[in-house]
């Protein structure tokens, strides 16, 4: 379905505020009668990857409209899978339209959990390792190793509070893979990382750690409101901090 096709521009990484964007569709593959997968040249729809849920909106051409399904990353192209609402998938000039409420749910909370990882080494004293995460609906990130005491985890959630409130800045950037753990050694997804291409997009909150993050993130904690632990999952080799954002 991807071959012969140049990889897709990533619209969500240059603008993860963009809500509305006009692609070209450059592929259409049925799916049965009500479905279809498509491809644009550019999207600002994000795929299910590292624990961030896909995307949810519709894409529409001139007399069609499609609902979003799924979105997939296929070897450097985006794939969405799409219910047909209306229409036929027919001509190359489409828009596509996010549903912003979800996305900026999904960039709060995956901003808090990043910085949870640096109050939660602050607090323990230690540079803390993730092992999964997941920031859809039952929010967690997992850590390695047994959980703290509640009065640390508190200290942290407290931290976190103060960090929020301070409105620090979020950034972005892309640097070369060999320069990844010069800048990042101590990152808390380091070990956990898939194979890497030559360069790599790594986010970084004002005083804190730089971490590689392919997700969509808000510019400032502020946005992030109220951040709230609601439990604690051990397991055998880990541990999921349940939490959210409001």
């Known amino acids: 379905m991807t071959e012969g096709l140049a990889d897709t521009r990533l619209l969500y990484w240059e603008d993860p505020y963009l809500q509305e964007f006009d692609a070209s569709l450059l592929r259409v593959e049925p799916d049965g009668q009500k479905y279809a997968y498509l491809i644009l040249d550019r999207t600002a729809f994000h795929p299910k990857s590292g624990g961030q849920p896909a995307d949810e909106g519709v894409i529409t051409g001139s007399s069609w409209e499609a609902k979003i399904r799924k979105v997939m990353m296929v070897s450097g192209k985006i794939v969405h899978w799409t219910q047909i609402l209306s229409g036929r998938s027919e001509g190359t000039a489409v828009k596509g339209r ?17 910085l949870f990882d640096h109050c939660l080494s602050t607090a323990t004293g230690t540079n803390v390792k993730t092992t999964g995460s997941w920031i859809g609906e039952g929010c967690w ?21 103060d960090l929020i409130r301070r409105s620090l800045s979020v950034k972005t950037e892309v640097i070369p893979q060999s320069e990844l753990m010069k800048v990042a050694p101590d990152a808390p997804n380091i070990q956990r990382l898939p194979s890497l291409a030559d360069r790599i997009r790594v986010v970084t909150i004002e005083g804190c750690e730089p971490i590689p993050c392919g997700g969509t993130h808000i510019r400032n904690t502020r946005e992030i409101g109220q951040f709230k632990i609601l439990g604690v999952r051990q397991k055998p080799d880990d541990y999921d901090l349940i939490y959210d954002v409001k």
């Open 98 to 114: 996010i549903d912003w409420e979800w996305r900026y749910l999904l960039m709060r909370r995956h901003t808090a959990g990043h």
């Open 141 to 161: 990130v997992s850590y390695a190793g047994k959980s703290p005491p509640k009065d640390v985890l508190e200290s942290a959630e407290k931290m976190e509070a």
